[in-house]
């Protein structure tokens, strides 16, 4: 579904991700973890088009995307939620969600009703401002947004970042209901180990811009979370 080839990344000069091979295959979660600063949003931006490569290939179904802009990109079913979730504090809930229908079709727009489904809480808040929202409603808000672009492959960064425990479960269980329901592939960066091994089918581990460990998330052992992952 979504494949980097040998991603080199640099920022002013200095090298930043170092051959990132990443495939995320149809209808699967993906959990890409490591420390801080490693290099895992700019895997994720350079995936979006909003940092260019120096060298590699990104292709969404086969194709190459590297002559596309980000908003391309997520018209060709890339769904981003970016770290720190980026909602509009100024508008309603409906309105943020409405953002992403601007362009769309009457089929999509029946999509808002399957999206709320699956973020019950914002049916109930749809005329509250998005900026009186607690964390993890934002957080929801986010990735309700990504999910009516009709996304292929659904890009998380770090959604549990900030957000109370229960409402952490929540996410979680969201992201199994649309593995589930769906045909959507999610790609989630995530430092939180415990919600990668609740959701995830795969693992891919990066340090200091090159992916250091990868595999079915089972066999995410002790020895490389020591290694990599815990501080
Ligand atoms: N716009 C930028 N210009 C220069 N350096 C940058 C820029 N953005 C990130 N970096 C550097 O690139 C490296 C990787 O950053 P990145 O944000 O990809 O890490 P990360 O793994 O997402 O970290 P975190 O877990 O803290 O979100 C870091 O050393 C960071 O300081
Ligand atoms: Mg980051």
Redesign the pocket.
């Known amino acids: 579904m979504l494949q980097l080839n040998d991603i080199t990344v640099s920022y002013d000069g200095s090298r930043i991700l170092r051959g990132v091979n990443l495939t995320i295959e149809k209808n699967s979660l993906v959990c890409l973890m490591g420390r801080n600063g490693v290099g ?2 700019t895997t994720l931006k350079t995936i979006m088009g909003v940092v260019r490569p120096d060298g590699g290939e990104v292709t969404l179904d086969g194709e190459p995307i590297a002559g596309f802009k980000p908003e391309v990109r997520a018209r060709k079913g890339l769904g981003y939620v970016p ?1 720190g979730r980026d909602i509009f504090p100024n508008l309603t809930v409906r309105e943020n969600l409405e953002i992403s229908l601007v362009a769309n079709t009457r089929a999509e727009r029946s999509n808002l009703v399957k999206v709320l489904d699956l973020f019950p809480v914002l049916k109930e808040m749809l005329h509250r401002k998005g900026g009186v929202l607690s964390g993890g409603q934002q957080q929801q808000l986010a990735i309700a947004r990504a999910m009516l672009t009709n996304p292929k492959v659904l890009i998380l ?2 959604p549990t970042e900030g957000i109370q425990p229960n409402i952490i479960d929540l996410i979680g269980e969201t992201l199994l209901r649309i593995k589930k329901e769906t045909a959507i592939s999610i790609l989630l ?1 995530e430092q939180y180990l415990d919600f990668c091994l609740q959701v995830a089918d795969v693992f891919y581990v990066m340090d200091r811009g090159a992916i250091v460990a990868n595999g079915p998330i089972d066999k995410l052992g002790d020895d490389i979370v020591r290694t990599y992952l815990t501080v």
């Open positions: 895992k949003t770290q960064d770090e960066v």
